[in-house]
């Protein structure tokens, strides 16, 4: 038996109690999320999932764009925002509902050349630091799995970057596709092989809504995932490396 995302006004209500879907956009997460240069605004995959509510819905959508991963969890948390677009972490689970995951997505280390390390677990070391974006997936991970290794948080992605490049830290932890395609164009810098986590991206709602919002978005992200939308949409926005993930396996949707 599965359950179908109904889109109706009583579902409407529930999502978009306003009369408008507002969506937080992380900008955070340029695999999932831009600034089109040639339109001055946010297009991605998870944006492309945002129109998609927004139009299941019947209603108009507005985007609230953050440049970091925290601010946009803080949005919907708070209330300023209905739906957000997140990495899966029980920290975050405080005061989010997630959806099952509709993307996997690897989380890796950049170092320059002349580092030490050659393996991921040359990472953990006294006195060896590593660089990520404050709030974001991987800094929320790392600090629970890395005992001795210190950390330096930066706002985002660029300042991640730009951090371990001149010398803030030994280590940068990041968003695997976005690191290969620096370590492409950067001299002196490299990916270590393999990852230290799978970044579950989800869509998610302050905690405190009705369970039938909650069923309602979960039912979407898994119609979204089962209809080839959210493979649709990797392809159109040429998105190498992430994945679609699987069905949840504990919905009854599965």
């Known amino acids: 038996m599965s359950i179908a995302f109904t889109s109706d006004s009583a579902t409407a209500a529930l999502?978009?109690?306003?009369?408008?879907?507002?969506?937080?956009?992380?900008?955070?997460?340029?695999?999932?999320?831009?600034?089109?240069?040639?339109?001055?605004?946010?297009?991605?995959?998870?944006?492309?999932?945002?129109?998609?509510?927004?139009?299941?819905?019947?209603?108009?959508?507005?985007?609230?764009?953050?440049?970091?991963?925290?601010?946009?969890?803080?949005?919907?948390?708070?209330?300023?925002?209905?739906?957000?677009?997140?990495?899966?972490?029980?920290?975050?689970?405080?005061?989010?509902?997630?959806?099952?995951?509709?993307?996997?997505?690897?989380?890796?280390?950049?170092?320059?050349?002349?580092?030490?390390?050659?393996?991921?677990?040359?990472?953990?070391?006294?006195?060896?630091?590593?660089?990520v974006g404050l709030g974001s997936a991987y800094d929320l991970f790392l600090t629970r799995e890395l005992k001795q290794a210190g950390f330096v948080r930066v706002a985002g992605t660029a300042e991640v970057v730009a951090g371990l490049l001149a010398g803030a830290a030994d280590v940068a932890g990041g968003i695997r596709q976005v690191l290969v395609e620096l370590a492409g164009r950067t001299p002196g810098v490299r990916v270590l092989p393999g990852r230290f986590m799978v970044i579950r991206q989800a869509m998610g709602q302050a905690r405190g809504r009705t369970a039938a919002a909650d069923a309602a978005l979960r039912a979407f992200v898994e119609e979204m995932k089962a209809s080839g939308f959210v493979a649709d949409a990797l392809h159109r926005h040429d998105i190498a490396g992430a994945v679609v993930a699987p069905p949840d396996a504990a919905s009854p949707a599965a």
């Open 15 to 131: 999502l978009a109690p306003t009369g408008r879907l507002r969506a937080s956009i992380n900008l955070g997460n340029p695999i999932l999320a831009n600034i089109d240069p040639a339109t001055g605004r946010a297009s991605g995959v998870s944006v492309d999932l945002a129109h998609a509510l927004a139009q299941r819905l019947g209603v108009p959508l507005d985007t609230l764009e953050f440049p970091a991963a925290a601010r946009s969890v803080d949005a919907v948390a708070s209330g300023a925002a209905d739906v957000g677009f997140f990495a899966i972490d029980p920290l975050r689970g405080a005061e989010i509902a997630f959806t099952d995951a509709y993307v996997l997505i690897e989380g890796a280390y950049l170092v320059r050349d002349d580092s030490p390390c050659l393996v991921n677990e040359d990472v953990d070391r006294a006195g060896r630091s590593v660089i």
